[in-house]
């Protein structure tokens, strides 16, 4: 997926769980939109991989794409950082959320992810876009009216429909 829709897969998934489970939204979707940019480090053209291009070409020469940091391993790395160092649950978990919500969304292309790294095994949901194709378009759009739908319903917006 390309870096729009991770970052509006974040914000969705960030506001969702900060409407079911207490936290603070703004702060989550903040740190949910940075969380799903951290995976692509290990890709050089990705948005995160331009602002940091030594540690995205290192990552991506010892890794390569998709791989480690597309990983449950990479993931309960960044938990156990995130929760002992940021004191603030809601960015702790907003980034956690952001990033489940990448490796779930890069789970749903073409190429799938290599989720148990460092096991080769490719992981692909049953329903997959091609990056940049008309698919991943309408997953943008989807994931688009579940951010406004969490936005409203925390505002206090009455939706007469529920998810
Ligand atoms: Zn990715």
Redesign the pocket.
Known sequence: ?TGKT?IMGGIAASTAVAYYYGFDPVTMAAAGSVGALI??L??TK?KIGRKFPLLSTLISSVFG??TF??SLLFLLIIYFLATTYIPNDSLSIGLLVGMAS??I??AGTVNG?KFLFPASIKVRLPFYVKTGSTGEQVVLAALTIVTCYYIAVICGITIPIQF
């Open positions: 997926m991770h995976p692509d290990c890709h990705s794409h998709r940091t597309h990448h490796l969304l890069d992810i």
